[in-house]
């Protein structure tokens, strides 16, 4: 398996644009998560999915960000409009559907709000 | 609300000693503790994941522990290598949570080996 695969891995845009990051999990696994990291809060937990259904949200900032998963192979986090405190790096991970197991991170989309 | 602190915060050893990373948690009511390495640029991978009910893992040159009572938890890294350095983080799911995804992060060690 190609492991989670996201895009773009870097995204530079201007305040007030619409930013969409993409998702694709592993295959087979039930939860998804989005996390985003910056150096002065580390890694946070925004939104995470189990079977396709969004079960916690209350990591998400604002209702500026909002994210989707409409089929077990892709998942969009989509921030409108983009401020310059949206810069960091977001992270999807996945996992199998039992608990207690690892966690398995994409690479990251770098994103930078001008 | 749970909290993960890890010293030290940097680290910087010469290659061949073995070292060991810290990370402690305020909420002792875990079920699991991961251990995972980031690179620069890269995305965390999960090196060692501890259940609650085991109190060591090991994978190659790496051992972690946990101790619960205590809320501590340590990873050992035997005969360091260059290739070994990047920042280490701890994680534990958050207190009260019912999914272990739910993990809240130590703010990381970052590890330098040098030649």
């Known amino acids: 398996d190609a492991g989670v695969i996201q895009s773009p891995r870097h995204e530079v845009t201007e305040m007030g644009q619409e930013v969409t990051l993409r998702c694709k999990p592993i295959?087979?696994?039930?939860?998804l998560f989005w996390y985003r990291q910056t150096m002065m809060r580390g890694l946070e937990l925004l939104i995470y999915?189990?079977?396709?259904?969004?079960?916690?949200d209350s990591g998400m900032p604002e209702d500026r960000f909002s994210a989707k998963m409409p089929n077990a192979s892709f998942s969009t986090l989509k921030i409108q409009p983009s401020e310059p405190r949206d810069s960091a790096v977001y992270f999807c991970?996945?996992?199998?559907?039992?608990?207690?197991?690892?966690?398995?991170f994409g690479s990251g989309t770098q994103l930078s709000v001008l | 609300k749970q909290e993960v602190t890890q010293i030290p915060a940097a680290l910087s050893v010469p290659e061949g000693e073995n070292l060991v990373l810290n990370c402690s948690f305020t909420?002792?009511?875990?079920?699991?503790l991961q251990w995972f390495r980031q690179d620069p640029g890269k995305g965390l991978t999960s090196l060692l994941l501890?259940?609650?009910?085991?109190r060591e893992q090991t994978s190659g040159r790496l051992n972690a522990s946990l101790d619960k009572s205590s809320g501590r938890s340590t990873l050992y890294i035997a005969a360091s290598q260059p290739g070994d350095s990047a920042t280490y983080l701890c994680a534990v799911p958050n207190a009260g949570g019912t999914s272990y995804g739910k993990l809240t992060f130590g703010q990381g060690t970052i590890l330098t080996v040098h030649p």
């Open positions: 909420d002792s009511a875990i079920y699991n």
């Open positions: 999915f189990n079977n396709n259904v969004p079960i916690d």
């Open positions: 501890i259940q609650s009910s085991q």
């Open positions: 295959s087979g696994h039930d939860y």
């Open positions: 991970a996945s996992s199998f559907t039992a608990s207690n197991e690892k966690l398995f």
